[in-house]
């Protein structure tokens, strides 16, 4: 017994690393590693491409990796992970005039090398994404989006699609010249709308709107931590720079259940009867913890490579003070954050709660709210639980553990302690 179930999980790797070496193979060159281009490549780089771009990657040299001007270029990365607020962090970049953003195209990845997957829970699983999930960031930081083609279902012919994941999430992507249905006066568009009006995507013309932004933002809930990235943010053809986005774990656990109904359905029958389910599977909560704790263990210890890359902001301090907060992350970045952001941020935070009610930023109902209501929601077993779990990593964050139910439910008393986590520069 043993035996064949080892054997059938080995054959499911293969399987997947199969997959990934037939799309590597399928779309020709863009992995390897081009040499860092040199000043006198720059002319180049700005040029029209050849008319055929996926023919045209013979090696390295013909190949305009990047552009236009790199060196000004940056490459942001929201780091987070599902119901930590990173919506609303991509949005307070995607609202920048200067900035092309896209959201979570990680999601291809996983659909098509781990389809069954929803919410990843094998360790091995997850590891083999990662190679891909690098390749592809690499490739969409330097605006080739034709490469995210080869993870789209079905495939998109003639570089058009309509089945890009969250489209209507990127400004770039539902307004001119990408798509017609809007004009310039059009400020906010709804994420539906764009999906509604917008012809389907040309994927030349994404790129080529990627390429005229300066800077490329990107979200990413795919990948388990910091030290995964190693290696894109010490490439140095990329100008990488990762906000980190923690929540307490509670509070990720308890936003889960609320909106994934079907893969947290366990947790809300412990919820309901006050019985943990026999089955239920801890690793939801336990490899938050784990990602958390490895993530922000690298982060705070400085290393060489981080330098003056990577900020740790908790979402519970963002969605008390929102405008400070961006300004700090836009400080970190090195941009001027524009009015777009700040009147984005003041629509979205202090708006009647009408219109809130039609966003669909979790931070912005519970900034209204409140960062803690999670405890209202869990019972006092599941805290303590998560509490026992997740020890070390709330400690690090600042998350302070209760120690009775009456101190669970006693809003006057804050979970989230003070704490400053300066970027390291
Ligand atoms: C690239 O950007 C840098 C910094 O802004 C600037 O000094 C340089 O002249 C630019 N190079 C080109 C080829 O535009
Ligand atoms: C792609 O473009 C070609 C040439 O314009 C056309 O003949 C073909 O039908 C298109 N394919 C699809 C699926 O739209
Ligand atoms: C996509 O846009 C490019 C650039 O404008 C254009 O040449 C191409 O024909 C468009 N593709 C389709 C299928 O419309
Ligand atoms: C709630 O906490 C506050 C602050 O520690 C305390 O003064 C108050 O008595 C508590 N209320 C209850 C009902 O326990």
Known sequence: MQCSWKAVILLALASIAIQYTAIRTLTSKPFQLCPVPSPQNCGLLGGPETE???????????????????????????????????????????????????????????????????????????????????????????????????????????????????????????????????????????????????????????????????????????????????????????????IQLVRDPRGILSSRIETFRDTYRLWRIWRATGRRPYNLDLSQLTVVCEDFLGSVSTGLSHPHWLKGKYMLVRYEDLSRNPLLKTMEIYDFLGLSMDKSVEEWIQTNTRGSTELSAKHKYGTVRDSAANAESWRLKLSYDMVEYTQATCQKVLHQLGYKAVKSAEELKNMSLSLVQDKTFVPFS
């Open 52 to 242: 055929s771009p996926m023919e045209g990657r013979a090696g390295c040299d013909d190949y305009p990796y990047f552009s236009f001007n790199t060196s000004r270029k940056t490459h942001i990365m929201v780091l987070a992970t599902t119901r930590s607020g990173s919506s609303f962090v991509g949005q307070l970049l995607n609202q920048h005039a200067d900035i092309f953003y896209l959201f979570e195209p990680l999601y291809h990845v996983q659909t098509t090398l781990i389809p069954r997957l929803s919410h990843s829970r094998n360790a091995a699983d997850r590891r083999v994404m990662l190679g891909a999930s690098r390749d592809l960031l690499r490739s969409l930081y330097g605006c080739d989006l034709y490469f995210l083609e080869s993870y789209i279902k079905p495939a998109p012919a003639n570089h058009t699609t309509d089945k890009l994941f969250r489209r209507g999430a990127s400004r770039a992507l539902c307004s001119q010249p990408v798509c017609d249905a809007f004009g310039p006066t059009d400020a906010n568009v709804e994420e539906g709308d764009c999906v509604k009006k917008c012809a389907a995507l040309n994927m030349t013309l994404a790129a080529d709107a990627c390429r005229e932004k300066r800077h490329v933002a990107i979200k990413v809930v795919r990948v388990p931590e910091i030290g995964d990235l190693r290696a894109l943010v010490e490439d140095p053809r990329l100008n990488i720079k990762v």
